[in-house]
């Protein structure tokens, strides 16, 4: 009969006092791992870290039986923070902490499992929500180690009203009542204060720790995982230096960069016309009958590049970011009133499975995020955090590539810039950048890329005449449809002196 192999990690064995010769014979053949003595993990091939970590919960629940993960290790989901893991249990069989290969168990005297906690394999349990949030609680003093911080909690409670709603914050404040015999009583009542505020029913307390908390008990919560982002493409930015790209006189040189610049951003959205077709509905006002949405949404992208004052509006706070994106998508789709112009969506959206931020977070996030790119100073970097923000926040039912590109553009026309132009043929590489950064793949390098070739191409183009304009692009390549540009190995090129 075939045995099952021995997983890399082993098979754990705690010695009892007839197997603890066998075992210790195992370790020294190199059968067997030794993690901490009487402990061990029979036939692992991993390395000793690794191995620790997996068996981790096993070891606690051999050294401290029904003990309950707690403190900032259930803040963490039951995993290792800073290479320890917290266990609480009333009475500690093992007073000392443990140390395994790479990561230690740090016993603490705490109350057994309560209601709410949640259990795991192994007779272990976790503290429950509002267990968790009484625990790391830091109110006086120097704060333990085992302790995440008021901020973190302040965070957490965001995040329980952020997944659940009221409803989740209701059921956290039962459990809180049911526990709270257990804790001390100026922790429960901060914690208790907290999810009450959240509710709209205490307003007397101290401010939040945390910026996330504090901004949605102002009316204006935030997506925390999209404003790191930000953070990271901001930082990136500000370490490079500015390459400025003025929009040189004459000014006739630029007459018709933004008729091709609103083609395109439309092209990229899937409203293809032919390019004469598109210039006499856009700048003649000639209507098809048969595509009379279509074609209002390249004369309205049209009439928001072109208009020199409404398209060279920056925002100076995030309220304004939020008011001008509204005002340019009311714009916008005003032949589509089913897309609800200027209304930020009330129904989350998503591309290729990817969900952009949820409605409920719209605002705050744009508020937040423009906090986040203030400090760039170079125009450029100012439009790919802009554009990047925009677009993670997707703030409309529809439009919002079209709205994320004006967005970008307005911060290099406010400062007198080559405005971004991205032609049918880079369609695939913008839109590549824009998802590398949506999914962490890097901070944005991909983006910045993209934008600055974008840029760097736009202003060596002779925008003056429709005809010449035209010309220059189709040397270029920038009418090729992007996937047959790719199987014929064409790629947008620089025009010809």
């Known amino acids: 009969m075939d045995l099952a192999p021995t997983p890399p990690h082993g098979e754990f064995a705690a010695a009892s006092n007839a197997g603890y010769s066998r075992l210790s014979r195992l370790a020294k053949s190199g059968k067997a791992q030794r993690l901490a003595p009487g402990l061990y993990a029979i036939g692992a091939t991993l390395p000793p870290e690794q191995v620790a970590r997996h068996h981790l919960h096993n070891v606690a629940a051999a050294m401290w039986p029904g003990a309950v993960l707690c403190h900032r290790t259930a803040l963490a989901g039951g995993m290792p923070v800073d290479g320890a893991i917290y266990v609480a249990h009333p009475d500690p069989p093992r007073a000392q ?35 968790a949030l009484v625990e790391n609680v830091t109110l006086r003093g120097r704060p333990a180690k085992s302790k995440a911080g008021t901020a973190a909690v302040d965070d957490r409670i965001d995040e329980l009203a952020r997944s659940g709603g009221a409803g989740r914050i209701r059921t956290t404040l039962e459990q809180l009542d049911v526990i709270a015999g257990s804790f001390d009583p100026t922790d429960v009542d901060h914690v208790r204060d907290r999810l009450a505020a959240v509710l709209g029913s205490f307003s007397d307390m101290p401010p939040a720790t945390s910026g996330r908390l504090a901004a949605r008990l102002a009316g204006n919560p935030y997506d925390a995982h999209r404003i790191e982002m930000m953070e990271g493409l901001v930082n990136l930015l500000l370490d490079r230096p500015p390459v400025p790209r003025p929009a040189a006189p004459p000014v006739s040189r630029w007459e018709w960069l933004a008729f091709f610049e609103a083609y395109f951003s439309n092209f990229i959205e899937g409203t293809e016309f032919g390019v004469d077709e598109a210039r006499r509905i856009a700048v003649d006002g000639v209507v098809p009958a048969a595509r009379p949405q279509d074609a209002h949404d390249v004369a309205a992208t049209y009439r928001l590049a072109v208009d020199l004052t409404g398209r060279a509006k920056s925002p100076r706070s995030g309220e304004e970011v939020v008011a001008l994106l509204r005002e340019r998508h009311a714009v ?27 409605p409920a977070l719209v605002s705050g996030t744009l508020v937040k995020g423009f906090d986040v790119l203030d400090p760039l100073r170079s125009p450029l970097a100012r439009a790919a955090a802009m554009m990047a923000l925009v677009t993670e926040c997707h703030p409309f039912e529809d439009g919002n590539g079209r709205i994320a590109r004006l967005a970008a553009n307005a911060e290099l026309s406010a400062a007198g810039e080559v405005r971004l132009v991205i032609p049918n043929v880079y369609r695939n590489n913008y839109l590549a950048a824009l998802s590398g950064f949506s999914n962490r793949a890097g901070h944005g390098e991909q983006l910045i890329a993209v934008l600055e070739f974008a840029q760097r191409w736009s202003a060596a183009i002779d925008w003056s005449s429709y005809e010449d304009a035209h010309v220059a692009l189709t040397q270029c390549n920038a009418f090729e449809d992007p996937n047959r540009a790719e199987s014929s190995n064409l790629r947008l090129s620089m025009p010809k002196p």
Do not use: C
């Not at 902490?97 to 109350?111: D, K, M, Y």
């Not at 112009?341 to 949820?358: D, R, S, T």
């Open 97 to 131: 902490f443990l140390q395994l290969p790479g990561i230690s168990i740090v016993p603490l005297v705490g109350p057994p499992a309560l209601p709410g906690d949640i259990q795991l394999p192994h007779g272990l349990w976790m503290s429950g929500p509002a267990r």
């Open 332 to 358: 916008l789709m005003a032949a589509r009133p089913d897309k609800r112009p200027g209304e930020l969506k009330v129904i989350p959206n998503y591309a290729g499975g990817y969900q952009f931020v949820e």
